[in-house]
């Protein structure tokens, strides 16, 4: 017969509760926390609390968990890009950053976002972020709050403006 001692049986529940806590933490506060424009912490593919790659539907939700209720309108483009174009309810919602943005769809998923938001962000100081998967460009546009594009550096459809973007770095 083996013998536990009480201690190291408190020990396991106690890993065992951490195990449990912890990243259940973790995951509250990612899904409750206000989203930054563009955490400098974040990942470099998140905007108005989306990310490339996503979905419509999953666009949508993350939107209105994001930045509140809102308008949308979409539009098929001559390119084979779904445009959907969203503007904050009449009453903007306290977590609302953005003024209007507009998301584009290539072959069912997101691929680049352009939005003018209303205030400064934390990534004014850096222009140009680039990452293995996508290029983001912040332009101060004064008193009128700046524009901040995000895409996916891999959409056959925005090769081009990726490449003006990078010989402006």
């Given at each position: 017969?083996?013998?536990?001692?009480?201690?190291?049986k408190s020990l396991w529940a106690g890993f065992a509760v951490l195990a449990l806590v912890v990243p259940t933490g973790l995951a509250a506060q990612r899904l409750w926390a206000p989203?930054?424009?563009?955490p400098e912490a974040g990942r470099p593919d998140e905007l108005?609390?989306?990310r490339l790659g996503m979905t419509a539907s999953a666009l949508r939700d993350a939107v209105a968990l994001a930045q509140?209720?809102?308008?949308w309108e979409?539009?098929?483009?001559d390119d084979g890009l779904v445009r959907m174009d969203w503007t904050p309810q009449a009453t903007p919602d306290s977590r609302s950053e953005a003024r209007r943005a507009t998301f584009e769809l290539h072959e069912g998923v997101l691929v680049a976002v352009r939005a003018y938001v209303t205030a400064a962000s934390p990534v004014a100081a850096t222009p140009l972020i680039v990452s293995a998967g996508s290029v983001r460009?912040?332009?101060n546009l004064g008193p009128e709050g700046a524009r901040i594009t995000l895409i996916a550096r891999n959409c056959p459809n925005h090769r081009a403006e990726v490449a003006t973007l990078l010989a402006s770095d």
């Open positions: 017969m083996r013998v536990v001692s009480p201690t190291s989203r930054a424009l563009a108005l609390g989306v509140g209720a809102g308008r979409t539009a098929l483009g460009r912040y332009e």
